[in-house]
């Protein structure tokens, strides 16, 4: 059976007095890429940032219930959240390198975990961007300004930032939804790749990306998790009829 | 409240032909039959005249479940439909084959009506009547209850036509007289025989639709 690396169970959370998730319990297992599925509003983007304490910065957020990776509940008094932000990056829908080069970009996060010398950081980022397979198209203009990559690039560069220091988790939040088809592709490419080494949770709104690229699938419907199962099994064969109506556009 | 939606009609559209070519394929086999036990030449002409209608309507059942996966990305039960109703129209155009083959079998048979009697190939007749009866109301209505019965008449037809293709084989070692003719009444027992296979294939697609288990080569009685 694989490493169960993120366990949630019975989480709720409340926006002020919005119950927004409620009795989500599930076990997403390592160096596999699970994508949450559902309609607007459902609450998988929510429950995706709950996982690195983003909701943190949301004034009003309440959270109960238990999310462990690795067996730690990252809600705990004692964790320190930049540290865990670095354990679980994330890449958002629209792409935000920073004002800087293309180097700079990479190189910022392990630069401020402290790490000066300039070969290790060189190193670092070929090995970032490589990972992020953008390498071969930025090599030889690293000291160029990141705002003059096109949008595939530039989400490939924040995915290559997320990378450079060192992950074990990395949540995208519809990744490749602003994206043009050749861009999207590569984005996904990426993705199954990524796997070997990283535990992968995507949202998305396109069912059939989670179709192509997810191993497991959790479907989300008004705050609740309806169906969570190979990703094979949601769109051959799901056990419940809400989440076969979804999945085939009947409502959604 | 019916849904509009393209897809859903597509679906719709789909699920009226595959029906249709049931029924059609339903009275070639009864015709045929009827033209078997009467010997009704001109019926049997009627039956090879239009096999025609079934091998057009198979043609444009392909061609729908191509479109909609190329354009509607079925899934889940709506893609286990598509993929059985391709293998539905398969089955189907085989059996109206198998059907054109019994009616063009029947001339031949003029002088030897009666021995076509002795060998109880009347009975055949029925049971297949009212297996392919049965088949015809679970592709209509995809209620799994007739999927018993079709693996029942089946089982029993096709130990029935094992038993006349033994008297027949009889009949040629003792009378050399009526070898040919009796090889072609091996040849429509056989045929009838293929009917009751695709019988069962057409009750392990629609299982498969309805219950989404794959059921091919599974023990189905006893």
């Not at chain 2, 094992?162 to 009949?171: D, F, G, H, P, R």
């Amino acid at each position: 059976m694989a490493f169960e690396k993120i366990h949630t169970e019975k989480m709720v959370l409340h926006y002020g007095s919005k119950m927004a998730l409620n009795d989500i319990t599930i076990s997403i297992p390592e160096k596999k890429v699970t994508a949450f599925i559902g309609p607007s509003g459902c609450g998988k983007s929510t429950f995706l940032r709950s996982l690195n304490r983003m909701n943190d910065l949301i004034e009003g957020v309440t959270i109960e219930g238990k999310i462990l990776i690795d067996n730690i509940n990252i809600y705990d008094k004692n964790i320190d959240v930049v540290t865990l932000r670095k354990k679980v990056g994330m890449v958002f829908q629209k792409s935000n390198p920073f004002a800087k080069s293309i180097y700079e970009n990479v190189a910022y996060g392990p630069r401020i975990n402290g790490v000066n010398d300039k070969k290790q950081l060189d190193e670092i980022v070929e090995n970032a961007l490589q990972n992020a397979a953008i390498w071969e198209e930025v090599k030889d203009r690293l000291g160029d300004s990141a705002m003059g990559l096109s949008g595939g690039q530039q989400q490939r560069l924040c995915i290559a930032r997320t990378l450079a220091v060192n992950p074990e988790i990395v949540l995208m939040d519809e990744p490749a939804s602003a994206l043009d088809p050749l861009s999207t592709s590569k984005i996904e490419e990426l993705i199954v790749e990524l796997k070997e080494k990283y535990t992968i949770v995507i949202v998305t709104h396109n069912m059939q990306q989670a179709a192509r690229i997810s191993d497991l699938t959790a479907f989300f419907y008004l705050g609740q998790l309806i169906e969570f199962d190979k990703t094979k099994k949601i769109f051959t064969n799901p056990e419940k009829k809400q989440t076969e109506d979804y999945i085939t556009g009947r409502f959604g | 409240m019916e849904s509009n939606r393209i897809f859903d009609l597509e679906l719709k559209k789909l699920s009226e032909k595959v029906v249709k070519m049931c029924s059609q394929v339903n009275k070639q086999v009864n015709d045929a039959l009827i033209a078997l036990n009467q010997y009704d030449i001109e019926l049997a002409k009627k039956v090879i005249n239009n096999d025609h209608e079934i091998n057009s309507l198979d043609v444009k059942i392909d061609k729908l479940c191509q479109n909609i996966f190329a354009l509607q990305h079925p899934v889940a039960r709506d893609l286990r439909y598509i993929l059985s109703a391709l293998k539905i129209n398969n089955d189907l155009e085989r059996v109206g084959d198998h059907a054109v083959n019994i009616a063009k079998r029947i001339a031949p048979l003029e002088d030897y009506r009666q021995l076509v009697s002795d060998l109880g190939v009347d009975k055949v007749t029925k049971e297949t009547s009212i297996l392919f009866a049965d088949v015809l109301s679970l592709v209509e209505t995809h209620d799994l209850n007739f999927c018993k019965k079709i693996y029942q008449r089946s089982a029993t037809l096709k130990e029935d036509c094992k038993s006349i293709a033994e008297q027949i084989l009889n009949e040629m070692m003792n009378k050399s007289e009526v070898v040919v003719v009796a090889s072609n009444i091996l040849i429509i027992v056989n045929l009838i025989e293929r009917i009751a296979g695709y019988s069962n294939n057409m009750a392990e697609s629609i299982t498969f639709v309805v219950e989404g288990e794959i059921v091919k080569h599974k023990k189905k009685l006893g």
